[in-house]
């Protein structure tokens, strides 16, 4: 036997045993045994609520554990804070980025680790050294522009840039192209595999189940907050991750409701306005309208104007037969539109106060008796909507940033069915939700459409829109492109379309 076969294999870079955590009666992790070896690309997936985010922070020092140990390259390690994580070359790049915002690109990739001569920032200098490293990554992003003017996937990739600069040993990837354009997400890709050639252990964290079978070499799944197998990836294929994660087949995820079409309740003629030009469409009762294109394409602008944020300012906008001018939101409102946006955390929810307040915002006014709220009025709308759209949270009265990502989600699209209307618009409803409240969040679009309503849905997930959209408007530079009826083209078709090559 050669003294090369003789030798041990090397321990893993991060191994877990009995890994506990419990916040009061809540047990999140339960004695999870999980190891990540060196140059993988090892994926987690689950449910929202399953233990993922949880586990996040175990591993960057956020939470402390309950109970079991953790090893680094054999050794055990406390990881009791964030500093003791970044210290061994643990780092997370986040689904929500936590950046500053009112500083700049380079700023934020040098935080905490500025460059510095006699006690004076050397802008310049990170600005130079800041430029270069986005652009090697194949980043086509500015150092010098403000974070906040980069769009939310643009601020993601900056994180990202950041976590390379520390020289990261074990990254962390939560929902990473969530936001991003088919283009970023191609050079996040590329970046991923060059990090692994280069040493670096890959934790991707994804719902979108294509992603994990294209970039990663294992996965792992979590449910109720235990670890129920792992797997090769050339060993495993979608359905089967679905039914281990929710004990449920992929044909009932996109289950599309079979729904008479009815009236039109909206209809716009060459309607133009910031960031749209010329856009037609109409969307009749029972009908799931879809807009698709990639980020930047004009859909999210337009859907904005029908919520009177931005007024359009031409074109002829057509409500129930009469010409409309939608000019605030409270208009929009009144008339019977709903709006769940994009950026669910920024302009959907008001995080630090309770589940069953956010519920109830649209209704505050049926709820009072003069100026004053009526409890039991406030306390049923609220239980109401928790119960029907299962909602996950501890009381109403949790606060929303407690809650998982999808059950925020729940809580946005909750407060619009609790106000009513007869056209609802989601914009990206599905972002950071496990196939599992997915299944639900369609549920309950296809509820709203028995009743009559109408629905306008944007998405960057192309699949979602083609399976559910009865029409899909296909959006490039501001205006439609091409407009398809139900599965009328290909996934390949409409792309091309979109990017328009």
Known sequence: MSLAAARPAPPPILALKKLDKRFGATHALRSVDLAFEEREIHAIVGENGAG???????LTGVYPRSTGTVY?????????????????????????VVLCPHLTVAANIFLGD????????????????????????????????????LTIGQQQLVATARAERRGTKFLIFDEPTAYLTRQETASLF????????????????SHRLEEVFELCDRVSILRDGALVGTRNIGETNEADLIALMINRTIDQVYHKESVPIGGTILETESLSGQGFHDVSVRVREGEIVGLYGLIGAGRSEFVQSLFGRFPATSGRLCWLGKDVAVRSERQAMNLGIAL?????RDQGLCLNLGVGFNLNLPILDRLSRGPLLNHDMETGAAERQIRDIRIRTASRAAVVSSLSGGNQQKVVIGKWLNHGAKLFIFDEPTVGVDVGTKAEIYRLLGELLHKGAG??????YLPEVYELADTLHVFRRGSIVATHTYKDSSHEAILTEAIGV
């Open 52 to 58: 993922k985010s949880t586990l996040i922070k175990l």
């Open 72 to 96: 680094w390259r054999g050794e055990p390690v406390a990881l009791a804070t964030p500093h003791e994580a970044i210290d061994l070359g643990i780092d997370a790049v986040h689904q929500e």
């Open 114 to 149: 500025e460059t510095t001569s006699g006690g004076m920032l050397l802008h310049r200098t990170m600005l130079r050294e800041a430029q270069k490293l986005l652009d090697d990554l194949g980043f086509d992003l500015p150092a010098g522009a403000p974070l906040s003017s």
């Open 190 to 205: 590329a970046l991923i595999r060059r990090l692994k050639a280069r040493g670096v252990t890959i934790v991707y964290i």
């Open 340 to 344: 769940a946006p994009e950026s669910r």
């Open 455 to 460: 629905i306008i849905m944007i998405s960057s």
